[in-house]
C-alpha cells in the first residue's frame, strides 16, 4: 500500500516532519542513508558539539574559574577519551531517542540512499546495492547540507579538519587555525582553546560572526581576545599544505598587502554549508534549485507537484530549530492545517562561554531598512545574580520599534544568554513591546533580570543603571 508520505533525511527537518504527520493519522516512510537516525544535527553537529563544549567549559573552570570561588582545585587533568565517550553517550542517547518515537508512532525507518525517480515514487538503494519503490502521494525532500569545501583544500580529517574531524580529534592540538569566524568555528575553536590549543582565525570579512549584531560581535570578539584566541579579520587564505607537523597557510588581507604565512598542527576549515542534493535526481525531474537551494513556494512546496522541503535544504538560516519548525508546518499543511513558521522570530545561539543568542533584527538592518527604532542597553556587569556568579560578561539590548515601542531585536551576549532569548522570543511571537517586557515582573536575583532592565532602557528608566 502506498505512503501518505515519504521523507528523504532522518535529521531534525525529516524526523520531526514524520512524527507530526504520524500524529496527524498519515502512513510514513524515512529514508535515511546513514545507519543512525537525527542527521547533521544529533550525530555530527549540534549535539556532539554541546557535550564538548559543556565539558571543556567545566574543564576550563576547573582550571581557573573556582579558585576565586574559594574552591581550591588542584591543576585539573584532561581524560580527552573520557570526554570523547561522553560526547559519544550522548549522540547515541538522542540517535536512539529518535528510533523509540519512530517506533510509537509507527514510522517505517527504511535504511539507503534515496532517488526520487519521478512525483510519488522513490528508489531506495540498501547498502547491499538492492534497490526497491516506494510510492507516496507527497514525498518530502529533507536531505539537509553538507560542509563547505575551500578550493584546492582537501580535508582529510585529522590535520585539515571540517567540523565533523574537529569534534573526534585525538589529542588537544598545540595550535589550531581556523578558517571562518562563524558560528561553528568559534565554538569548536573554543573547545579545543579550553583544552590547551592557541586558536587563530582567519576571517574573510572585517568582522566575526557575521549576520548578527555588529555591536555584539565587537564585544564578543573582545572577550574571546581574553580568553587567548588571535584573530586575522579581512584576510582570505590563499592554500593550506599539510607539513611534516602540520598545515601551513597562507593568508592575504582582501584590501591587498604581503600575505603571511602561519603554522598549526590542525585546520579547522568552518567557512559554512552548503545545500546537500546529490544524488536525488532532481535535475532530471525538473525540480527548480537555486544556488544549490531547493526553490519553495510558503507552503514548501516545489514546481513539482507532489514533492515538497524542508530545511537546510532551502532558503533561510541554517538551524536545527528553524528545520524542526519548517517539518511541523509542512506536515500540517499536508494534514489540511494550516501550518505556518515565523521566520521574524527564529533565534539564533553561539554556545561559546559566554554564549551569545539573537533573535530578530539588528542594528544594522534596521538601519538599512530605514526603520526608526529605539534602543534599550543593560550590562550584566550592573546584575547581582551576575555578581554572585562571577559572570559579568556582557550585555542584553533591546530594540524597539520607535513608533510603536514593538520589540524588533533582542541580542545577548551573556553567560546563559541561549536560554534567556527565549523571553524575547516569546515576547515578539506575541507582537509584544519593550514596555509589555519591562513591566513583566522578573524572579530576583536572575540574570533575566538584565532583559527587564534592557527594555526598560528603551524608555530610559532602567533602574540599576
Ligand atoms: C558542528 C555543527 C554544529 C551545529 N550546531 C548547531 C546548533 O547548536 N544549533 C542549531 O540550530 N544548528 C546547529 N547546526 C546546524 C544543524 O545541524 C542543521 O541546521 C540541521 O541539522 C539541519 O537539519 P536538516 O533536517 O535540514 O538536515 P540534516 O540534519 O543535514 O539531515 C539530513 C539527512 O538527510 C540524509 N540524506 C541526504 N541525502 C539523502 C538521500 N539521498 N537518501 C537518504 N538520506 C539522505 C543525510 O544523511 C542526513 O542524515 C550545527 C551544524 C554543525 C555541522
New binding site residues.
Given amino acids: 500500500m502506498p505512503y501518505d508520505v515519504i521523507v528523504?533525511?532522518?535529521?531534525?527537518?525529516?524526523y520531526v516532519c514524520a512524527i507530526r504527520a504520524a500524529q496527524l493519522g498519515m502512513k510514513v516512510a524515512v529514508?535515511?542513508?546513514?545507519k543512525t537516525l537525527g542527521?547533521?544535527?544529533l550525530n555530527?553537529?549540534?549535539i556532539p558539539?554541546?557535550a564538548l563544549l559543556y565539558a571543556s567549559e567545566m574543564f576550563a573552570e576547573a582550571g581557573h574559574g573556582l579558585a576565586p570561588l574559594g574552591v581550591v582545585v588542584d591543576a585539573p587533568k584532561l581524560d580527552l577519551k573520557t570526554m570523547m565517550k561522553h560526547k559519544d553517550d550522548t549522540v547515541a542517547a538522542n540517535v536512539n531517542g529518535v528510533a523509540f518515537l519512530f517506533n510509537k508512532n509507527k514510522i517505517d525507518w527504511v535504511t539507503g540512499?534515496?532517488r526520487i525517480a519521478a512525483a510519488g515514487k522513490v528508489v531506495v538503494t540498501g547498502g547491499d546495492g538492492k534497490a526497491t519503490t516506494l510510492e507516496a502521494k507527497s514525498i518530502v525532500i529533507?536531505?539537509?547540507?553538507d560542509v563547505a569545501r575551500l578550493p584546492g583544500v582537501e580535508i582529510d580529517e585529522t590535520t585539515i579538519v571540517s567540523?565533523t574531524g574537529a569534534l573526534t580529534l585525538a589529542k588537544p592540538p598545540a595550535s589550531l587555525l581556523v578558517v571562518g569566524a562563524g558560528v561553528?568555528g568559534l565554538e569548536?575553536g573554543s573547545v579545543w582553546a579550553r583544552l590547551g590549543a592557541k586558536v587563530t582565525v582567519v576571517e574573510f570579512l572585517d568582522r566575526i560572526l557575521p549576520g548578527m549584531d555588529g555591536e555584539v560581535a565587537k564585544q564578543f570578539q573582545r572577550i574571546l581576545e581574553k580568553q587567548g584566541f588571535k584573530f586575522h579579520l579581512g584576510h582570505k587564505v590563499a592554500n593550506v599544505a599539510k607539513t611534516a607537523s602540520g598545515a601551513k597557510a597562507t593568508i592575504e588581507p582582501v584590501a591587498g598587502g604581503a600575505p603571511i604565512a602561519l603554522d598549526a598542527d590542525v585546520v579547522l576549515v568552518a567557512i559554512g554549508?552548503r545545500p546537500?542534493t546529490e544524488?536525488?535526481g532532481l535535475e532530471a525531474l525538473g525540480v527548480a534549485t537555486e544556488r544549490g537551494q531547493v526553490v519553495i513556494d510558503a507552503h514548501f512546496a516545489t514546481n513539482i507537484p507532489g514533492i515538497y522541503a524542508i530545511?537546510?535544504?532551502v532558503r533561510g538560516p541554517?538551524?536545527?530549530?528553524k528545520?524542526e519548525d519548517e517539518g511541523v508546518a509542512l506536515a500540517e499543511i499536508l494534514a489540511g492545517q494550516a501550518g505556518h513558521v515565523n521566520y521574524d522570530a527564529i533565534p539564533g545561539?553561539v554556545?561559546t562561554s559566554p554564549e551569545v543568542a539573537s533573535v530578530g533584527k539588528t542594528e544594522e538592518e534596521l538601519k538599512a531598512a530605514g526603520i526608526a527604532y529605539n534602543v534599550g542597553k543593560f550590562p550584566f556587569t550592573a546584575n547581582g545574580r551576575a555578581r554572585a556568579m562571577r559572570h559579568t560578561e556582557g550585555f542584553v539590548k533591546i530594540l524597539a520599534d520607535a513608533a510603536t515601542d514593538r520589540v524588533l531585536g533582542a541580542h545577548i551576549v551573556g553567560f546563559g544568554a541561549g536560554e534567556m532569548i527565549h523571553e524575547a522570543v516569546v515576547l515578539m511571537e506575541f507582537g509584544g513591546s519593550a514596555e509589555d517586557l519591562a513591566r513583566t515582573c522578573h524572579a530576583h536575583p536572575t540574570m533575566s533580570e538584565a532583559v527587564k532592565e534592557a527594555a526598560m532602557a528603551v524608555a530610559k528608566r532602567a533602574i540599576h543603571v
Fill in positions: 528523504i533525511g532522518a535529521g531534525p527537518g525529516g529514508v535515511e542513508k546513514l542527521g547533521t544535527c555530527i553537529g549540534c558539539s554541546k540512499e534515496a529533507a536531505t539537509g547540507s567540523s561553528i569548536l554549508r546537500y544524488g536525488l530545511g537546510d535544504v541554517m538551524l536545527a530549530h528545520a545561539v554556545y
